[in-house]
């Protein structure tokens, strides 16, 4: 089974930086995506990125795109969310999830999920 560890949150004022982790552990698979999503306290889940293992490719919410890069570390199973000129409304708990395959799928077809990762960002 596939175990999800998101990791590098913390407190952040605004403009600061912040790179999140999810490593994977247990993964039997080539071909597989990882995203990240995100959730503020009284608001729905909201898909922030997801890249794919197969080649790369990667996908980011157009409302973050200039401030968020994903990328992905194979051999360790490991993708990033580097996040620069962080601003309040950031703040959420961020969530990596994994799939099995070579797209991302619609927010509910994710077969595992991590526990989170509290991102608070300061005015």
């Known amino acids: 089974e596939v175990q999800l560890q998101a990791s590098g949150g913390g407190l952040v004022q605004a403009g600061g930086s912040l790179r999140l982790s999810c490593a994977a552990s247990?993964?039997?698979?080539?071909?597989?995506?990882v995203g990240w999503f995100r959730q503020a306290p009284g608001k729905d889940r909201e898909g922030i990125s997801c890249?794919?293992?197969?080649?790369?490719?990667?996908h980011v919410l157009d409302s973050v795109k200039d401030r968020v890069t994903i990328s992905i570390d194979n051999p360790k199973n490991t993708v990033y969310l580097q996040m620069n000129g962080l601003k309040p409304e950031d703040t959420a708990i961020y969530y990596c999830?994994?799939?099995?395959?070579?797209?991302?799928?619609?927010?509910?077809?994710?077969?595992?999920w991590g526990q989170g990762t509290q991102v608070t960002v300061s005015s």
């Open positions: 999830a994994f799939a099995v395959g070579s797209w991302c799928p619609s927010a509910s077809a994710w077969d595992y």
């Open positions: 247990g993964v039997s698979f080539d071909d597989y995506v």
């Open positions: 890249i794919s293992s197969t080649d790369g490719s990667a």
